[in-house]
T-cell receptor, first 112, second 110 residues
Framework: NAGVTQTPKFRILKIGQSMTLQCTQDMNHNYMYWYRQDPGMGLKLIYY???????DKGEVPNGYNVSRSTTEDFPLRLELAAPSQTSVYFC???????????FGPGTRLTVT | KNEVEQSPQNLTAQEGEFITINCSYS?????LHWLQQHPGGGIVSLFM???GKKKHGRLIATINIQEKHSSLHITASHPRDSAVYICAVLEETSGSRLTFGEGTQLTVNP
C-alpha cells in the first residue's frame, strides 16, 4: 500500500494563479482531510470529507475548494492564489473521526 | 488562549534521558491524538486515546480526562527521537475535526 500520496511536493505560484493539489489514498478510507501548517503554528483544517460526494468546511476554508468524486481522491483547488496561502499543505485520511489519521508527505506552496 | 496548549515548546535532552511532553486542553473531548513530525516534515500518528494509558515500545501516553491533561513520555531517549511532537484533540461538540497544539520541538543529543 502506498498510503496517502500528494502531488506536487513543491510549487511556486504567482499571485492570482490557480492550481490543484492532488491527494490519493489506497486504504479505502471514507474520511479525508486537508490541513495547512504555517511556520510555528499548529495544523489547521481547511476542508474534510466523510465519503464520496460529501464535503464540509473546516476552520480555514476561504480561498479553497474541494471535491470528492471517488473514495480515493480528494483534490484541493486554489482559485486565486494569495501570499497568505503560502504554507505546507497536508492531506490525511482515516477510517472514521475516532480513528488515527494517516498523513501524506505534504506539499510546500509558495505564493509570490 | 489556544484550546490546546503544549509544554514545553522546546526541549533538549541527552541520549538516555526520560522525556515528558505535556498537553492541556480546555474543551470537552472524545479523543486525544499524539503525532510525531519528522525533521523532513512527514507526520505520523503515535497514539489515539480517550482514557488511561497506552504504550508502544519506548513511548507511553497517558490521559486524565477530569484534569483535561495528557502526557507523552519517552523512555531511554535516542537522537532518532528528535522531532516535533503534536497533541490534537477531537472535540465533543465539533465531532468531526481535530484541534492541534503548536507542537513541542524535541532535540536529543548523543
Amino acid at each position: 500500500n502506498a498510503g496517502v500520496t500528494q502531488t506536487p511536493k513543491f510549487r511556486i505560484l504567482k499571485i492570482g494563479q490557480s492550481m490543484t493539489l492532488q491527494c490519493t489514498q489506497d486504504m479505502n478510507h471514507n474520511y479525508m482531510y486537508w490541513y495547512r501548517q504555517d511556520p510555528g503554528m499548529g495544523l489547521k483544517l481547511i476542508y474534510y470529507s466523510v465519503g464520496a460526494g460529501i464535503t464540509d468546511k473546516g476552520e480555514v476554508p476561504n480561498g479553497y475548494n474541494v471535491s470528492r468524486s471517488t473514495t480515493e481522491d480528494f483534490p484541493l483547488r486554489l482559485e486565486l492564489a494569495a501570499p497568505s496561502q503560502t504554507s505546507v499543505y497536508f492531506c490525511a485520511s482515516s477510517y472514521s473521526f475516532r480513528y488515527e489519521q494517516y498523513f501524506g508527505p505534504g506539499t510546500r506552496l509558495t505564493v509570490t | 488562549k489556544n484550546e490546546v496548549e503544549q509544554s514545553p515548546q522546546n526541549l533538549t535532552a541527552q541520549e538516555g534521558e526520560f522525556i515528558t511532553i505535556n498537553c492541556s486542553y480546555s474543551v470537552g473531548i472524545s479523543a486525544l491524538h499524539w503525532l510525531q513530525q519528522h525533521p523532513g516534515g512527514g507526520i505520523v500518528s503515535l497514539f489515539m486515546l480517550s482514557s488511561g494509558k497506552k504504550k508502544h515500545g519506548r513511548l507511553i501516553a497517558t490521559i486524565n480526562i477530569q484534569e483535561k491533561h495528557s502526557s507523552l513520555h519517552i523512555t531511554a531517549s535516542h537522537p532518532r527521537d528528535s522531532a516535533v511532537y503534536i497533541c490534537a484533540v477531537l472535540e465533543e461538540t465539533s465531532g468531526s475535526r481535530l484541534t492541534f497544539g503548536e507542537g513541542t520541538q524535541l532535540t536529543v543529543n548523543p
